[in-house]
């Protein structure tokens, strides 16, 4: 694909006699979390096909795969940086990749342009790194509360992932506001790659919480809803937005029915004018309804092409500039505004799974 988009671009320029304004895409297209990667670039495309050009140029877009690795992340950012000589990187997903990415684009004065990555401290301190996403304490406030008020959920057992950022700040700030709330909570600790979660789950069952919230990805999520439910566990199944791929279903089954998730985007949660071409061509291309993730990278795109276009320039600093000065853009997640510290305003959506399908629920913006 990338080949593709390649000597589309060559023969572009060929008949057009432009150079390119290159914007570097930072993706796991391979390895652990592919399917986020694969999910972003199709969004990616679709926004690359709606604003193909912005100041009479053609956009070139040069992705290159992390492996769904921090360290192949910052590698990945550094090449796009030095070799391709992008004039702004979007990416990436996840919150460690992005802030180990984050921290090259940072000192190499190249703004960035997160599509998924919640993290807080991915954007903290920092003049040249954005996201379009809302943040982990916007996210794991509002399963908190929607826990509390509208499942009645007043126990619940934490599951964390020690080897993730995002999954560690998404655990903090789900209990320190479910503990507002008047809930209990109890930890539970796992690593990515692992397979078995019984001692963990039985550990659970004997505490019989109202609810398991598992803050990771859907590897994991959707193997220890398999043995959760296996183990004779029938209570309440909620996740972030790491949840959210068709591969929780695939890999779940019947043991993923009635999971709560935040995330970011459902199509019956597209109001603007733009989400909803988006979500008419993304089903006549893909023949199928975009994810939040496809929506994501979609958005970072037209946000990243919208402030070249605002700054009259592919000057670094002046299109990170312009990237801040976000106001009410209507995306295809809803409207968004980029923040003084890089980070978007909006409210978080929660979907179930019900009948192998993501099924919108509600969205809101929690009380923190």
């Not at 914007?23 to 652990?32: A, S």
């Not at 796992?190 to 859907?218: S, W």
Request: charged share 20%.
């Amino acid at each position: 694909m990338r080949k593709f988009f390649l000597a589309f671009t060559v023969v572009m320029v060929a008949l057009l006699g432009f150079a390119t304004i290159k914007i570097g895409v930072v993706l796991p297209m391979t390895g652990g979390i592919a399917a986020f990667g694969q999910m972003s670039w199709e969004g990616v495309k679709i926004a690359h096909e709606f604003k193909p050009t912005v100041l009479g140029q053609p956009v070139e877009l040069v992705l290159l795969d992390n492996r769904s690795d921090k360290v192949e992340a910052a590698n990945a950012v550094s090449r796009a940086i030095d070799y391709e000589k992008v004039v702004a990187i979007l990416g990436e997903v996840a919150s460690s990749h992005s802030l180990a990415g984050g921290a090259v684009a940072e000192s190499k004065g190249i703004p960035m342009v997160s599509s998924a990555s919640t993290n807080p401290l991915v954007t903290q301190g920092k003049k040249y790194v954005n996201r379009v996403c809302f943040t982990d304490p916007y996210q794991g406030a509002a399963m908190a509360e929607f826990a509390y008020k509208q499942l009645g959920v007043r126990t619940v057992a934490v599951f964390t992932d020690i080897e993730q950022d995002y999954s560690v700040g998404l655990s903090a700030f789900f209990r320190a506001m479910f503990k507002k709330l008047g809930g209990k909570t109890f930890n539970e600790f796992y690593r990515t790659g692992d397979q078995d979660f019984t001692a963990q789950l039985t550990d659970v069952l004997n505490k019989k919480p109202d609810a398991i919230y598992i803050t990771g990805y859907y590897p994991e999520i959707a193997l220890m809803s398999r043995q959760a439910r296996d183990l004779g566990y029938d209570g309440y199944i909620l996740a972030g937005d790491g949840a959210d791929a068709p591969e929780t279903v695939k890999i779940g089954g019947k043991a993923v029915e009635g999971l709560y998730f935040t995330t970011h985007f459902h199509v019956r949660s597209a109001v603007t004018e733009l989400g909803k071409k988006f979500v008419e061509r993304y089903r006549e291309v893909y023949g199928k309804d975009p994810s939040a993730l496809a929506a994501l990278g979609f958005d970072a795109y037209m946000v990243i092409v919208n402030a070249i276009e605002r700054a009259k320039s592919t000057d670094p600093d002046k299109i990170a500039a312009e990237i801040r000065n976000t106001k009410n853009y209507e995306g295809a997640t809803g409207v968004i505004t980029i923040d003084k510290n890089g980070n978007a305003l909006k409210s978080v959506v929660i979907d179930t799974i019900k009948n192998g399908k993501f099924e919108y629920v509600t969205s809101l913006v929690p009380s923190l």
